[in-house]
Structure formats: structure tokens, C-alpha cells
């Protein structure tokens, strides 16, 4: 028999906010955390801004001898599973090694230790062998992301990279459902990070041509989701965690459960590397695939979060893809896009938007999609522009696209 699945802990490190609380506060503020970047000098770049988390203190998380053998990524996966697993009351020193062995870890990153890889690139052809990590290897491997929060919580179950682009942190939150609806775990710590914010990424994306280059003079203003004037993506980093559990052993130990995971979607177009497929039927396909898992009927939903990246080609398609997704009900739907606040955090975005859609069925507050001045003609729903709105949410999809031609979706439900 399947196994009901719930949501018991949330952390979260981002741009707009550092912690749980932070983040929400800013989100349903519609308070921007895009930003010039402070990491290195942008000066000689076309673009110049991104959702940076300034502030963080990585030394809180990670030992001062261990940082220069680790990726960005790890303190701050440690430091939002260490919110997560605090506020799902989850005491992990109180545990036995047999309650251990049941706690799995699955991380969703679409770049893992990209920056972490770069600099001993850098080390190595500027002659500073010997600066270079001992742990090069290792710790350029997608999969020791897990292996570093497993370590650090003595979690013995399994210890998984999900690495799927954009909807890596989706298919991670899928992954875990999966594996508690069907016995295999009871507990997970699941969610996404990405830190993509380095000068080889930056000079990738633009390349590209899929960033904004118009507004280094207004970082706050750079994403834009859905509005006519819509140029390109702000890149983005950050980390959203969470603890799941089997149902009724979170309500045996009395846990605040958010949400149940009442589905999960997952699609392929097969069609192009970067773009998406003008029709829109998979990432609707996604949506529709996790609405029946959880036998829940599309005007039954109030609220969906949208990968809403302020591409031209997204924003339109992913409209579309909700048209065919949720048919007459699409008009009635609100929605809101987290990019516009946060910029684009790659394979986190997916998690990002799951903890603000928990956070927002908590509150009975849906998020605004800032920056929406002028709606594209081609996106005419309700994407609650500019400023937060009451809503009583009892199920919501949580969207997700990515390159590749991946579409992945998560239903959520008010127990």
C-alpha cells in the first residue's frame, strides 16, 4: 500500500533572505535580492548583476581548514538542512545508528561544485599547484554533495545526487517521495542547491544571449517574469532544504506538518538542447501526470509557482503549457514567479519555489511576481503582480522546466 508523504522542516539560504522566516518575509514583501555581484569584478562583463546571497558567513558551516577543499555548495547545504531538520524537530544526536540507517539524503544541483572546480583550474594553469586541493577530485564530483550532508547528520540511508538542469531540486523532491511512498525510507532530507555565480558561467550564459544586460543599473528591477519588456534570466544562487516523512510517523511525534506530497510529474520533449517545444504538451503533460497521481482535479488547485524565468520563450510557452494543463480553470488560477525576486538559482529553483508554495499555504498568502509593469499579450494569466494577495490555498503545483527539454511538477496538499 502507498505511503502518504509530508513535509515536516524547511531551511533555506537565499538571495532576498537568510533563513526560513528571512526568505518568506522578503517574498511576500516582494523585496528583490538581485543585486550587482560582489563576488568578483563583473565591470568587464555585459552583465553584471545576479541573485547573490551576501552576508552568508560559510564559516558558521564549514571549518576554516576544510573551506578550500569543499564547493560553496556544501556550507550552504548544511546550513539550510540544519534549519530544516530544527524547525521538523528532528534531533539527529538523539538518534540510534538503526534510525540513522533510516534517513536517506537527496541533494538536486544542476552545477554541484562548478565553482569549486573552476578555481583549481584557476590555481593549476596560473602555476599554484601546490595551492590546489588534495580533495580535487572528490570534491568536483557531483555526488559527494550528498556524502557531505550524510557526514556531517551521520545520516546511513541512502545518499543520492539528482543533476537534471533546472528541474534538479523537482526531481530530488520527487526522488524522496518515491522512495518514502514505497517503504524504501522513512525520513529524507531533500532539496536543492546551486552557487553558479563564478566569471566561466557568467561568460557561458552570455554567450548565450539568455541573460539580461539592460538593467546593471537597477539589479532590482533585472527579472522580469511575464513582462513585455522581458530580456533574459538573472542568474542565481542558494540553497532550500527539507524534511520529509512517512505520515503517520511525523503525526505519531506530533511534527507541524506544512504540506503532503500528493504527486509527482516528470517529462521529456526529446526535442532540442536549450529551447522549448512551441506546443507546450510535455511541461503540461508534468502537471497533468502529478494532478492524477494525487487524484486531485485541476480546478481543485488555487495556486501554482511557476519556473517563470523571464526568458521570452519560457514565460510564453509555460503559459501556454498551463492553458492545456488545467484547460478553462487556467484563467481562474493565481500564480506567481519567485525568479523575480531571487533571480534564477538553476537546479535549486525548483526547491525554492516548493518552500515558498509550503510557506504561502501556511500563511494563506500568495507571493507576488515583481517587476510585472507590463504583461506580455502572450501571457495573460494571473500571475499576482507586484504585491502579495490573501489566498486560501488547499493544493498547489509547484512547475518546473529545464534545458534538455525536461518538465517536472509537484503536487502539494493541506492535510
Not at 4 to 24: D, H, K, L, Q, Y
Not at 321 to 350: E, R, T, V, Y
Amino acid at each position: 500500500m502507498k505511503r502518504r508523504v509530508v513535509i515536516t522542516g524547511i531551511g533555506a539560504v537565499s538571495p532576498n533572505g537568510i533563513g526560513r522566516e528571512a526568505f518568506w518575509q522578503a517574498a511576500r514583501s516582494g523585496v528583490s535580492g538581485v543585486r550587482r555581484i560582489s563576488r568578483f569584478d563583473a565591470s568587464p562583463y555585459a552583465v553584471q548583476i545576479a541573485g547573490e546571497v551576501q552576508g552568508f558567513r560559510e564559516e558558521d558551516w564549514v571549518q576554516p581548514k576544510d573551506r578550500p577543499h569543499v564547493s560553496r555548495c556544501v556550507p550552504l547545504a548544511i546550513a539550510a538542512t540544519t534549519e530544516a531538520l530544527a524547525d521538523a524537530g528532528l534531533d539527529t544526536a538523539k538518534l540510534t545508528r538503526e534510525q540513522l540507517r533510516q534517513i536517506g539524503v537527496i541533494v538536486g544541483s544542476g552545477g554541484g561544485a562548478q565553482e569549486f572546480t573552476e578555481e583549481q583550474y584557476r590555481l593549476y594553469y596560473e602555476g599554484l599547484h601546490k595551492q590546489c586541493s588534495v580533495y580535487v577530485i572528490p570534491s568536483s564530483t557531483a555526488g559527494t554533495l550528498a556524502s557531505e550532508i550524510s557526514m556531517r547528520f551521520g545520516f546511513r540511508g541512502l545518499s543520492h545526487v539528482v543533476t537534471t538542469g533546472c528541474t534538479s531540486s523537482t526531481d530530488a523532491l520527487g526522488y524522496a517521495f518515491r522512495n518514502i511512498s514505497t517503504g524504501v525510507m522513512d525520513t529524507m532530507v531533500a532539496g536543492g542547491v546551486d552557487a553558479p555565480i563564478t566569471m566561466l558561467v557568467l561568460r557561458g550564459f552570455i554567450l548565450m544571449r539568455i541573460l539580461t544586460s539592460k538593467w546593471n543599473h537597477a539589479p532590482e528591477r533585472g527579472s522580469r517574469p511575464f513582462s513585455v519588456d522581458r530580456d533574459g534570466f538573472v542568474l542565481g544562487e542558494g540553497s532550500w532544504f527539507f524534511a520529509m516523512e512517512e505520515y503517520e510517523q511525523a503525526r505519531a511525534r506530533g511534527a507541524h506538518i506544512y504540506a503532503e506530497v500528493a504527486g509527482y510529474g516528470s517529462t521529456c520533449e526529446a526535442y532540442h538542447r536549450v529551447r522549448l517545444e512551441e506546443c507546450g504538451e510535455e511541461p503540461a503533460r508534468a502537471m497533468q501526470l502529478a494532478l492524477e497521481e494525487g487524484g486531485v482535479a485541476p480546478e481543485a488547485v488555487q495556486y501554482v509557482n511557476y519556473h517563470g524565468t523571464s526568458t521570452e520563450l519560457n514565460d510564453r510557452i509555460e503559459t501556454r503549457a498551463m492553458k492545456l494543463a488545467f484547460d478553462g480553470h487556467a484563467g481562474k488560477l493565481a500564480g506567481s514567479s519567485l525568479k523575480s525576486m531571487i533571480g534564477h538559482p538553476q537546479g535549486a529553483c525548483g526547491a525554492a519555489g516548493v518552500a515558498a508554495t509550503l510557506l504561502a499555504m501556511r500563511d494563506g498568502v500568495a507571493p507576488p511576481t515583481i517587476n510585472l509593469d507590463r504583461p506580455d499579450p502572450e501571457c495573460d494569466l494571473d500571475y499576482v503582480p507586484n504585491v502579495a494577495r490573501p489566498l486560501a490555498i488547499e493544493n498547489a503545483v509547484a512547475n518546473c522546466i529545464a534545458f534538455g527539454s525536461k518538465n517536472s511538477a509537484l503536487l502539494l496538499r493541506r492535510v
